[in-house]
C-alpha cells in the first residue's frame, strides 16, 4: 500500500498570500496524484489530477506540479473561500485507493 | 448537471446492519464505476470500495472486507453499500464518488454525505 504524507499538517497565510502544500509518496506513483479541496461540512471537491492538470472551472490560482514521489499544490492568492482542508490522492497502485492525512489552510 | 445524493445514515448498535444508497442523476451512470469512501469525525478521508459500471471488478478496503458489499443497479441510476457486522469504528459521513471515465482512477464527483453513527 501506498503511504501518502502531507506537509505541514496546518498552514497559517493571509488573504492574498500564496500558499505551497506538499505530498510525499512511499514509493513513485508517476503523475497519477490528484487534489480535493474540502471545506467544513461539504464534501471534497477535485481540484487537480495528473499531478498538475486544473480540473473543470478550477481558477488558475491553484496549480500542481510534481512526479513520481514528491508533488506540491500551490494557490497563488489565497482568497476566503480556499481556506479549507486539502487532501492528495494517488491511483497508481490501487486497490486501495489512498489519501493524505490532509493540510489544513488557516487564516492567519 | 451531475448529481449524487447519498440516503440511509443513522444510528445503528455495534454488530448491526445498515443499507447505504446513492441515487445519481446527470450522467450515464452505467458507463462509470464508483466509490465509497468514508470519514470518521474530524478525520480524514478513507477509501472503502468500488465498482466497475458492469460490476465485473469489485474491491474493498482491508477495513471493510467480509462485512461490507457494495451493488449497483444500472436501471434505477443506483449505488448502494450494504455494511454488515458493524463496529465502533465504522462511524463515519460515508460519500458515493463517480470515478472519471477511462483509465484513471480518480474522483470527479462527490455526494454530500450521510452520516453512520455505530454506538450502544
Known amino acids: 500500500e501506498i503511504v501518502l504524507t502531507q506537509s505541514p499538517a496546518t498552514l497559517s497565510v493571509s488573504p492574498g498570500e500564496r500558499a505551497t502544500l506538499s505530498c510525499r509518496a512511499s514509493?513513485?506513483?508517476?503523475?497519477?496524484l490528484a487534489w480535493y479541496q474540502q471545506r467544513p461540512g461539504r464534501a471534497p471537491r477535485l481540484l487537480i489530477y495528473?499531478?498538475?492538470t486544473r480540473a473543470t472551472d478550477i481558477p488558475a490560482r491553484f496549480s500542481g506540479t510534481g512526479s513520481g514521489t514528491e508533488f506540491s499544490l500551490t494557490i497563488s492568492s489565497l482568497q476566503s473561500d480556499d481556506f479549507a482542508v486539502y487532501y492528495c490522492?494517488?491511483?497508481?497502485?490501487?486497490?486501495?485507493?489512498?489519501f493524505g492525512q490532509g493540510t489544513k489552510v488557516e487564516i492567519k | 448537471e451531475v448529481q449524487l445524493a447519498e440516503s440511509g445514515g443513522g444510528l445503528v448498535q455495534p454488530g448491526g446492519s445498515l443499507r447505504l444508497s446513492c441515487a445519481a442523476s446527470?450522467?450515464?451512470?452505467?458507463?462509470?464505476?464508483m466509490k465509497w469512501v468514508r470519514q470518521a469525525p474530524g478525520k480524514g478521508l478513507e477509501w472503502v470500495s468500488y465498482?466497475?459500471?458492469?460490476?465485473?471488478?469489485?474491491y474493498y478496503a482491508d477495513s471493510v472486507k467480509g462485512r461490507f458489499t457494495i451493488s449497483r443497479d444500472n436501471g434505477k441510476n443506483s449505488l448502494y453499500l450494504q455494511m454488515d457486522s458493524l463496529r465502533d469504528e465504522d462511524t463515519a459521513v460515508y460519500f458515493c464518488?463517480?470515478?472519471?471515465?477511462?483509465?484513471?482512477?480518480?474522483?470527479?464527483?462527490w455526494g454530500q454525505g450521510t452520516l453512520v453513527t455505530v454506538s450502544s
Open positions: 464518488a463517480r470515478v472519471v471515465y477511462g483509465s484513471a482512477s480518480y474522483d470527479d464527483y
Open positions: 446527470g450522467f450515464d451512470f452505467s458507463i462509470y464505476s
Open positions: 465498482i466497475s459500471g458492469s460490476s465485473s471488478r469489485i
Open positions: 514509493q513513485s506513483v508517476s503523475s497519477n
Open positions: 495528473g499531478a498538475s
Open positions: 490522492q494517488q491511483y497508481n497502485n490501487r486497490p486501495p485507493w489512498t
